[in-house]
């Protein structure tokens, strides 16, 4: 399955769908902010990160107002089906690979996977 979570109002989303040229790919394209991801959808993706953590994201503007921090799965996991900014974006989902986030690295290694 090739899929993309991602939020539509995000220019770095959308920079990194025309640079890795998704919808001429055939991709799934699910906005988080308008179809929220499901507890189904995020345990798919914590199994092939590893961690809730690992799709976390600490940047989000709420992340700061958050106390306590959270420390656990559980707690990651929480708040990202509650939140939708909490997950880190975009999530790209190709030949059985996941690459999350959009660090220069990220987007490379998803580049030469979808090819």
């Given at each position: 399955?090739?899929?993309?979570?991602?939020?539509?109002?995000?220019?770095?989303?959308?920079?990194?769908?025309?640079?890795?040229?998704?919808?001429?790919?055939?991709?799934?394209f699910?906005?988080?902010?308008?179809?929220?991801?499901t507890?189904g959808?995020?345990?798919?993706?914590?199994?092939m990160s590893?961690?809730?953590?690992?799709?976390?994201?600490?940047?989000?503007?709420?992340?700061?107002?958050?106390?306590?921090?959270?420390?656990?799965?559980a707690?990651?996991?929480?708040?990202?089906?509650?939140?939708?900014?909490?997950?880190?974006?975009?999530?790209?989902?190709?030949?059985?690979?996941?690459?999350?986030?959009n660090?220069?690295g990220?987007?490379?290694?998803?580049?030469?996977?979808?090819?």
């Amino acid at each position: 399955m090739n899929k993309i979570y991602y939020l539509s109002t995000c220019s770095t989303c959308a920079r990194i769908i025309d640079e890795l040229k998704l919808k001429q790919k055939k991709f799934i394209f699910q906005d988080i902010k308008t179809e929220p991801i499901t507890k189904g959808q995020l345990e798919e993706m914590k199994s092939m990160s590893g961690s809730y953590e690992a799709l976390f994201s600490r940047v989000a503007l709420k992340y700061k107002t958050l106390n306590p921090k959270p420390s656990t799965e559980a707690e990651y996991k929480k708040l990202i089906l509650e939140e939708y900014t909490f997950l880190k974006r975009p999530v790209i989902f190709t030949e059985g690979k996941v690459f999350i986030g959009n660090t220069k690295g990220n987007i490379q290694a998803a580049k030469e996977a979808i090819g």
